[in-house]
T-cell receptor
Framework: EAAVTQSPRNKVAVTGGKVTLSCNQT?????MYWYRQDTGHGLRLIHY???????EKGDIPDGYKASRPSQENFSLILELATPSQTSVYFC???????????FGAGTRLSVL | AQSVTQPDARVTVSEGASLQLRCKYS??????LFWYVQYPRQGLQLLLK??????VVQGVNGFEAEFIKSNSSFHLRKASVHWSDSAVYFC????????????FGGGTRLTVRP
């Protein structure tokens, strides 16, 4: 019944390779977000979207692209992965009114 | 720009003791404030939120928080902690308008000793 589902849950990638992290939500929320979580930094916003076809840059967008092909799906793309992108990535959805976010379980990415 | 500071990276308390986790925010307007909890290997879950009205808000599992505008604070409290409260707690702030971004603090890792 999880409303925000991320895949894969774990990923090992090579430096310079392409990585796609996927997120699906069944909340019918307009807004979706990608955060990364690193010790000492909390969660930092990478990209977000206000609806299908829209993507916006967050606070740390460099090295990342995003794609929102539909209301339900929001992907994060690392075209040329680097070891500094090793982290835990969280997707979230939120409605346009109350700012409450609903998070997925996270994707643990290791770039070697 | 908005920001959140959680000055205590780690807090350890004994089961049954009271708890306060500190949160200070920076935002020029009227903030929307949140506390989220993250259990091991899980995503974040909303504990409570403050938009307006009574500055003391109640959340799940006996948690509450108090908005003190003069101090730019939104501390989380619980009267008596249980070992299952061990988790990482995040404070967050938003501008509150439609689609506003949520900015998180660095988190506080709470350990409850049995």
């Amino acid at each position: 019944e999880a409303a925000v589902t991320q895949s894969p849950r774990n990923k090992v990638a090579v430096t310079g390779g392409k990585v796609t992290l996927s997120c699906n939500q069944t909340n019918n929320h307009n807004n979706m977000y990608w955060y990364r979580q690193d010790t000492g930094h909390g969660l930092r916003l990478i990209h977000y979207s206000y609806g299908a076809g829209s993507t916006e840059k967050g606070d740390i967008p460099d090295g990342y692209k995003a794609s929102r092909p539909s209301q339900e799906n929001f992907s994060l793309i690392l075209e040329l992965a680097t070891p500094s992108q090793t982290s835990v990535y969280f997707c979230a959805s939120g409605d346009t009114g109350g700012n409450t976010l609903y998070f997925g379980a996270g994707t643990r990415l290791s770039v070697l | 720009a908005q920001s959140v500071t959680q000055p205590d990276a780690r807090v350890t308390v004994s089961e049954g003791a009271s708890l306060q986790l500190r949160c200070k925010y920076s935002y020029s307007g009227t903030p929307y404030l949140f506390w989220y909890v993250q259990y091991p290997r899980q995503g974040l879950q909303l504990l409570l939120k403050y938009y307006s009205g009574d500055p003391v808000v109640q959340g799940v599992n006996g948690f509450e928080a108090e908005f003190i505008k003069s101090n730019s604070s939104f501390h989380l409290r619980k009267a008596s902690v249980h070992w299952s409260d061990s988790a990482v707690y995040f404070c967050a702030v938003s501008a509150g308008n439609a689609g506003a971004k949520l900015t998180f603090g660095g988190g506080t890792r709470l350990t409850v000793r049995p």
